[in-house]
């Protein structure tokens, strides 16, 4: 198994399940490639997903002295944050429930073989 480390980018306020759409969009690409890719995408999510590579190229970058070029995307996941609750006014004086999501985002990246 090759060199790989990880970053882990907590309680963003974006549903997970947007952030899965961009998330699958660059796994197992090249870390300079998926930056790229994620610069021009439209959707919001795109930037704590580059942020998080970002955060994991440089931690290999600093303990193993290897650069972007040499890694590519190995694993990243979209995970369940805490939920903000929130109530709107309903009809006839009830409370419709509002659930704000969030999400952790985890990137592995890894040394090419």
Not at 16 to 31: E, F, H, L, S
């Amino acid at each position: 198994m090759g060199i790989e480390a990880r970053a882990v980018i907590k309680y963003v306020h974006i549903s997970p399940r947007k952030v899965r759409r961009v998330a699958d969009m660059v796994r197992g690409q090249g870390v300079n490639e998926a930056l790229t890719y994620l610069k021009f995408l439209p959707q919001g999510a795109a930037r704590p997903v580059a942020k998080a590579i970002k955060s994991a190229a440089a931690n290999v970058e600093d303990v193993h002295g290897l650069s972007a070029d040499e890694l590519y995307i190995a694993r990243i996941t979209a995970d369940d944050g805490p939920r903000l609750k929130r109530f709107r006014a309903g009809p006839r004086g009830r409370a419709k429930p509002i659930l704000k999501r969030s999400a952790h985002i985890t990137v592995v990246v890894s040394e090419w073989e």
